[in-house]
Each structure stands twice: as structure tokens, then as C-alpha cells.
């Protein structure tokens, strides 16, 4: 039998797989698909996942590694482990919340305030040496608006918080209305749509939260209304938002995260009213440190028998 204990599951940078490895005796695998091809005799003594991306870790793939005692998850959202599979088996799951709550929100204030002042526009005028010749159209407001949050969690308050700073009136939805004074709750996203002129979704992700927004609250952001997503795909109807888009029935949007990423729907490249991003919510230096040292830190309490750092489960 191997002498391996953790089972390194992902694309983690060289940094973060050799901080792994230095911790704990490890094996490989590039995604969850790939766990039962590893010889029986390795996955026999695995007790531990460090799991990292958004392919199905599901009861299958569990099956394939009988020690198999916690999945730690680099990142909050752990939409794609099967969590209820796991509580069938007695697999603890753990994830990666707070540490990345600024750097979310901050790209999602980013994405907005790209959109209103058109920076990719201006940024693209002055590259072209064509500022002489034309000038960038008079373009949106920010600062003063009218905010509403789907989904006012950890990252939802961060946004709210930044929105608040832009003197934003601050709406929002969420399960229950929350301690927010001065804040507006509402009971569903149609009637936040209906308030607001940026809807910025910070839900998670999952078969409860998909379509979320749907075709109803899109017709309520209106035309002059801007979509924010930087939680899942799933939780806009896509469709609807990308016929909204392309007619113009609300005024834009700003996504960090789609479906079937990276290989998204390609009517998303022609739209001129849509800043895009590459999931990249929690892509810096130091935060992605943090996950990295926040799921090894609930790895190793797990193998020394110690209570979690962050579960889920
Ligand atoms: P959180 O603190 O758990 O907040 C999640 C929000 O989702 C809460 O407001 C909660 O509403 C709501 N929610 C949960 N289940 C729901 C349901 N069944 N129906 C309606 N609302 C529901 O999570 P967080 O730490 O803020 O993270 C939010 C999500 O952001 C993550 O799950 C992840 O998908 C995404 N994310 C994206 C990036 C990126 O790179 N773009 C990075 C990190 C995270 P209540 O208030 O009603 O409980």
C-alpha cells in the first residue's frame, strides 16, 4: 500500500500542490474524473481530498476512495461536491468562506464602474491613437445610484458596503430581511429588480439557487437596469439574459461567472452593453495564499483529529 493520505485533486498553482506535499504525503489526480484510474492500492490509503475546480465530485467518484474521511474545497462555493452524497458516506466537506470577500467584492464594484464609465471603450480610444478624431460618448453616473443585492451573504454585505461608500441607495433579497438599518429588504428578485438600477447577484450556487433571476426580474431591471453576477451561472436564466441583452430590454451587464465555463455561450463575445470576466472574483496573489492555507489548515485538522476550520457539513 501507497503511503499517500491526501489526494491533491485539481489545477493548484506549483506553489500551492508543493505546499500540499510538504504537509502530507500525497497523490495526483489533474480532476475528480481521473480519481479511478489511480491504482487501488494508492486510493486505499487516501483520506483526504484537497479539491480544487468545478467539475461533479460526486458519490461515484467518493465510492472510488473507501478511507476517504473530508473533501476541503478551495474556494467557498462548493456547488459542484455533492454534499448530501457526502453525508451519506460520512464525508466531511469543508470550503474556503471569508477570506476572499473583499477581493469579490471589489472586482464586482470594478466590473460596475467599468460599465458606467465605459472603460474599455476609453481605454481602447486612446490605444488607437484615435482621441483626436473622436471623442468617447458621455457615458453613466455611478456614484448616487440605486443598488440591490440578490443574496445578502458574506460577499452580498461586502458589495452592499462598497455600494453604500458610492452613495447608493442600498436595496437587497435575501431568505429573511437581516439587521440592515437603512437598508430595504425585499421578498423576492422582482421586486428588488423593480426598485433598483443595478442588480448585483452574490447568491450561491446550486440546484436551489438556479434561475434564481429569471425572465420576470429581467423585465423588471428595465432597460435602463444593469445585471451584476459574480456568484454562479446558474443562478441567472441565461437565456433570458442574453435575449434581454442582445434586445436591449434592460441596459447591461457586468458577469464574472457564466455556464459551462470556459467554454461559454458564444453570443456572449458580441455584446457591447456586457463587461466579461474570466471567474477571476478571488484571483489575486493574496487572497488565493489564503484559500490555499485555509484549506490546508482544515486538511490537516482533519488527518490530526482535530476539529475543522471551516465545514460545510
Ligand atoms: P454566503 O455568506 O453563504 O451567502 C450566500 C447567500 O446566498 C446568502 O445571502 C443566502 O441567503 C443565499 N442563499 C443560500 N441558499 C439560498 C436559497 N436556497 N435560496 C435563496 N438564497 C439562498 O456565501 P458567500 O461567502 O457570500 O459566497 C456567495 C457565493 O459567491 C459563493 O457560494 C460562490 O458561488 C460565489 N463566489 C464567487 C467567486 C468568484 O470568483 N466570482 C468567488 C467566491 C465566491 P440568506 O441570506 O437568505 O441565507
Known sequence: MSDAVLLICGPFSAEERS?????????????????????????????????????????????????????????VGYDAIDVAAADARGVKVTNTPGVLNDDVADLALGMMLSLSRNLEAGSQLVR??????????????????????????????EIADRLAAFKMEIH??????????GWTWHADPVSLAREVDWMVIALVGGKETENHVGTEALAALGPDGVLVNISRGSTVDEAALLDALEQGT?????????????????????????????????????????????QLANVTAFLEGRALETPVN
Open 19 to 75: 505546499r500540499l506535499e510538504a504537509a502530507h504525503p500525497s497523490a495526483h489526480a489533474a480532476g475528480p474524473e481521473e480519481i479511478a484510474d489511480l491504482p487501488e492500492a494508492v486510493r486505499a490509503g487516501l483520506r483526504a481530498v484537497a479539491y480544487k475546480g468545478h467539475a461533479p465530485f460526486g458519490g461515484g467518484v467518493m465510492d472510488a476512495l473507501p478511507a476517504l474521511g473530508v473533501i476541503a474545497n478551495y474556494g
Open 250 to 294: 434592460i441596459g447591461g451587464a457586468a458577469l464574472d461567472v457564466f455556464l459551462n465555463e470556459p467554454d461559454i455561450d458564444p453570443r456572449f463575445r458580441a455584446l457591447e452593453n456586457a463587461v466579461l470576466q474570466p471567474h477571476q472574483g478571488s484571483g489575486t496573489v493574496q487572497t488565493r495564499r489564503a484559500m490555499a492555507e485555509l
Open 172 to 181: 437587497y433579497t435575501s431568505r429573511s430581511e437581516k439587521d440592515t438599518p
Open 128 to 157: 488607437s491613437g484615435e482621441w483626436a478624431e473622436r471623442a468617447l460618448p458621455l457615458n453613466r453616473k455611478f456614484s448616487g445610484g440605486k443598488a440591490g443585492i440578490v443574496g445578502l451573504g458574506r460577499i452580498g454585505r
